[in-house]
């Protein structure tokens, strides 16, 4: 069949999106129909699906010891810990279904989802490290998520084979790093983002290859610079003393200051290096990935997000993890050698094959299970043959076809679709769609989707974050007997002694706000998944709004550049856009 582009209306949102002539040959590539949705609703639909930071206490249904999970005990589901959820005691294959023609598949896929066992915590080869979870090879690290490799961290997540870092956000690579986002190979950091290959850093952005700057942006290769002026070592050492960023109130005047001065700078309409006929939002070491978040060393890929775990190639639309997945489709937490998995959560390791399944473990070729491990050639959790099983997937593919499941708002389901959102085993307010699409729990209930609040034990604050003392120098260790109120949130939150031990070595001020809200500070700061199609900013010799003097003169000459791109920054932000080819004339 010959395919060309086509537009289509969103069945969720009911806005146009197109699929092009590249999209219909991955489709068909894997039989698979073109989607109803449009991308940023599929991405939406299947962030509903992950529960990315939370924690809950719960019974284990097993022993009904107290457990922490990423599972809130509202959702009724029979939770345990992964060690028995592992074990010999019990089989997935017990709770078998037969399938039922005279039904909607989705709907029996939720009865099996609800009778089956579920692990509490994503966590894998974790060594002396308490309240982590979503996270492989971690080692005397403390609440920390979505990340790998790591040693003696704390307070982060996406924080990948990295060494003594606290309170980071999507970092590689990096030691003794603090309050950062999006960094690869930096030592000593400081309050710093986008930057990489870089050591001593205080309130910087984009800058490469530099070292001992502070509230600089777009260096290349540069040191002793503030506010990207340049100053002998001498001159350096002894102007960044006067900013007192030993000090509580150093670091708040110091944030104010580079962020005043990061808007006199440029950015580049897409933050990533190394990359190859890509677009995106921190996209970096890519070749062919398009539109797509937080990728690194992809390939090959469009729709994706969260994969940096590298390598991936030949997909679309998934979300979290990779480290070597394949032709997978509408998949979210499936990784570890994953191969031609689709419409599937939670399916590792070197899981092939599969559709419609949910915590799956080393199985292939099945279809709507839950649960299995080394298992083939199962559909709701019952054993077929081969030839048995081949025949009654396609059966059921039609049958979903014929009979779709409708959803509380009139959303049809048929083959080709993701899990509905109101199957969620998560709160959508503890999901990770609320980061990127946020919405009211009053609209959250009245589209059927579950909320559930996370419940804070009891703790007596004996002291305001107001009083703890301005520099790390006078603090006492009886700060670790005390419970502080967050200046933001006003919940109880403390000071810990690897926490304590660090600052002191980095001659940090103790936060003044609980994890939580530094959390959310230290996020706000990254893009959302939309693209938006803009014009450089570039207009010869200055940019658009006047702020922005260009240091040489540009190709295009003293003429308006006009280049047009896709990127992460909406037209109503105020950062200075330029394209790719203005930026590296201005920066190197």
């Given at each position: 069949m010959e395919y060309k582009q086509e537009n289509k209306i969103c069945q969720n949102c009911k806005k146009d999106f197109t699929i092009e002539l590249e999209d219909f040959n991955f489709y068909e590539k894997i039989k698979v129909p073109p989607p109803t949705w449009c991308p940023e609703c599929r991405a939406q639909r299947r962030m509903v699906f992950r529960n990315e930071r939370k924690l809950f206490k719960v019974k284990d249904h097993f022993t009904g010891?107290?457990?922490f999970s990423m599972y809130p005990k509202e959702i009724g589901r029979k939770i345990v810990t992964k060690e028995e959820w592992l074990g010999d005691s019990w089989d997935a294959m017990e709770y078998r279904q037969d399938y039922d023609f005279s039904r909607p598949f989705f709907q029996q896929l939720i009865e099996l989802d609800r009778?089956?066992?579920i692990y509490s915590l994503n966590i894998i080869r974790v060594v002396n490290s308490p309240y982590v979870f979503n996270v492989t090879a971690v080692k005397n690290c403390y609440l920390l998520v979505n990340s790998n490799s790591s040693e003696d961290c704390m307070y982060g997540n996406a924080v990948d084979s990295c060494k003594d870092c606290v309170d980071n956000s999507h970092i590689n690579q990096s030691e003794r790093c603090y309050e950062c986002f999006w960094l690869r190979h930096c030592y000593q950091c400081y309050f710093t983002i986008m930057c990489a290959d870089s050591r001593n850093l205080w309130f910087c952005r984009d800058c490469l290859g530099c070292n001992d700057c502070f509230s600089c942006a777009n260096l290349r290769k540069s040191s002793y610079c503030i506010f990207n002026k340049q100053y002998t070592k001498e001159e350096y050492e002894e102007k960044i003393k006067s900013f007192n960023l030993n000090s509580q109130m150093g670091i708040v005047k110091a944030r104010e200051q580079a962020r005043n001065f990061w808007k006199t700078q440029i950015t580049r309409h897409q933050q990533g290096v190394k990359n190859l006929n890509s677009t995106g939002s921190y996209v970096t070491d890519c070749k062919n990935v398009n539109d797509c978040f937080l990728i690194r060393e992809g390939e090959n890929m469009r729709y994706c997000q969260y994969l940096q775990v590298p390598a991936n190639k030949d997909n679309y639309d998934v979300t979290n993890w990779g480290e070597y997945i394949e032709l997978c489709y509408e998949v979210i937490d499936c990784g570890d050698n994953s191969y031609n998995n689709k419409f599937s959560r939670n399916c590792w390791p070197a899981c092939r094959n599969v559709e419609y399944s949910m915590s799956l473990f080393s199985s292939s070729d099945c279809f709507g299970c839950v649960g299995l491990k080394k298992k083939q050639y199962c559909i709701l959790n019952k054993q077929y043959t081969k030839e048995e099983y081949e025949k009654m997937v396609e059966k059921i593919k039609r049958h979903m076809n014929e009979m779709p499941y409708i959803d509380s708002q009139g959303l049809i389901y048929k083959y080709g679709e993701f899990f509905p959102i109101e199957f969620s085993p998560f709160g959508y307010n503890n999901s990770l769609a609320i980061q990127h699409f946020p919405i009211e729990k009053e609209e959250a209930l009245k589209k059927n989707y579950d909320w559930i609040e996370v419940s804070h034990g009891e703790y007596k604050i004996t002291k305001k974050a107001s009083e703890l003392f301005d520099s790390i120098e006078d603090v006492s260790d009886d700060i670790l007997k005390e419970v502080f109120e967050c200046q933001n949130c006003k919940k109880p939150y403390r000071i810990l002694e690897n926490e304590l031990i660090f600052l002191r070595k980095e001659k940090l001020p103790a936060p003044q706000v609980c994890s939580e809200c530094r959390h959310e500070r230290r996020i706000s700061d990254r893009?959302?998944?939309?693209?938006?199609?803009?014009?450089?900013?570039?207009?010869?010799?200055?940019?658009?709004?006047?702020?922005?003097?260009?240091?040489?003169?540009?190709?295009?000459?003293n003429e308006p550049c006009g280049e047009v791109f896709k990127t992460g920054y909406s037209p109503d932000r105020p950062e200075i856009v330029y394209c790719e080819k203005c930026y590296q004339q201005e920066v190197y």
């Open positions: 010891k107290d457990i009778k089956v066992p893009l959302k998944l939309k693209l938006y199609e803009r014009v450089c900013m570039c207009t010869g010799v200055q940019d658009e709004t006047g702020v922005y003097k260009n240091t040489i003169k540009h190709i295009h000459g």
